[in-house]
């Protein structure tokens, strides 16, 4: 058996509104918990044990997932009272595990959506004999993370902060958020106080002369953490372009979940999702977008790449593009939101407020 660590106390600064009632794990993507997607595709991969290191809203998770039967998974719950990083989160939970000392322990951020084979990740863990594995995955643009260079049998030569010049970028490789720890190096990892894996543990580890492994997997891969990428990813679910077991529904341009009320010449694309109890008044266009449970979109609302957050309403005739509603907020009718705009929670907009002209 190989079980999981999985990081989610995060408090999603970067995608507020929507976190603000919701930590970001918990946030629907294709109709679920994002959350249910990354214990889905770990299950599918063998994985029978789940630790959840929780710190932000961390009261949300167990009456949600229970103790994870329903999932044919083991989960269990640790709370961090303080922010303790991605390395003090791992080690905060080490107690639960019950794997023997040379024995692999997968580890994943809580806000990557990927198409990593985890089976490929142990695997190259298993032969290579090393301490730690890392996923690695390749990048066009890499200066907004940090490099992990290989030498050409995949061992990591170097842990590299993000490059500021063009000779910084040495490699195109970067750290994509899923690990396989040897038990005893989590062990080894200093007890209650904040520990980055990626600023400390890693490069000593590497100074010390420990074997960490690369292995790069260039499928699907998207950090969650903008609103932005958030409701892409979602719509790459609903498409079938990102891959999970728990998509409530066949693949395709539109998810309307069960309970959701949806006008017959709505026209719905790009994979939009439509959650339970939610109405969608005649003549709306929404495309590539999320509308949570409970919200109203009134008769000839446009919307593209947006998010609708749960019990919203937006306004008939109202253009929305790259835009935030967060939860119970209003945005009255006519009203145009362009890229960037969020509305925070509970928030109204009167109708005709916010408006741009055709060359702004």
Not at 42 to 50: D, F, K, L, M, N
Not at 240 to 261: N, Y
Request: net charge negative; aromatic share 4%.
């Amino acid at each position: 058996m190989t079980e999981a660590i999985l990081l989610v106390g995060g408090k999603g600064t970067r995608l507020r509104p929507l976190t603000v009632h919701t930590p970001k794990p918990m946030m629907p993507a294709a109709g679920v918990p994002f959350l249910t997607h990354q214990l889905a595709r770990a299950r599918a991969a063998g994985v029978e044990h789940v630790i959840l290191a929780t710190s932000y809203l961390a009261e949300v998770f167990e009456p949600h997932f229970g103790d994870g039967s329903s999932l044919g998974l083991s989960l269990e719950y640790v709370t961090e009272r303080e922010p303790l990083g991605t390395g003090g989160a791992i080690r905060n939970v080490a107690s639960l595990l019950r794997s023997g000392p040379d024995e692999p322990v997968l580890i994943f951020n809580g806000d990557i959506l990927t198409g990593l084979d985890i089976r490929a990740l142990v695997g190259t863990h298993a032969s290579s004999g090393a301490d730690v594995s890392l996923h690695l995955t390749r990048v066009e643009d890499p200066r907004a993370f940090g490099l992990v260079p290989t030498d050409e049998s995949g061992r990591v030569t170097a842990f590299l902060e993000k490059p500021q010049t063009p000779e910084e970028i040495v490699t195109d490789q970067i750290n994509a958020g899923a690990y396989v720890f040897r038990r005893s190096v989590i062990d080894s990892i200093p007890v209650g106080r904040p520990v980055s894996v990626e600023r400390e543990t890693f490069p000593d580890l590497l100074a010390a002369g420990a074997h960490l492994q690369g292995m790069v997997d260039s499928t699907y891969w998207l950090d969650l953490g903008t609103p932005q990428a958030f409701v892409r990813g979602s719509a790459d679910l609903v498409l079938g372009r990102a891959p999970s077991p728990a998509v409530p529904g066949r693949c395709g341009e539109r998810l309307v979940l069960p309970t959701a009320s949806v006008a017959s010449d709505v026209k719905l694309t790009g994979g939009t999702v439509v959650g339970a109890g939610a109405v969608i008044g005649g003549g709306a266009r929404i495309a590539g977008s999320t509308v949570l449970d409970g919200a109203v979109v009134e008769p000839g609302a446009m919307i593209t790449d947006s998010l609708i957050g749960a019990g919203a309403r937006v306004g008939a005739r109202a253009v929305l593009s790259g835009a935030v509603v967060g939860d119970g907020a209003v945005v009255g009718a006519d009203n145009e939101l362009r890229e960037g705009i969020r509305v925070w929670c509970d928030a109204t907009l009167p109708p005709g407020s916010v408006r741009f002209s055709s060359d702004e």
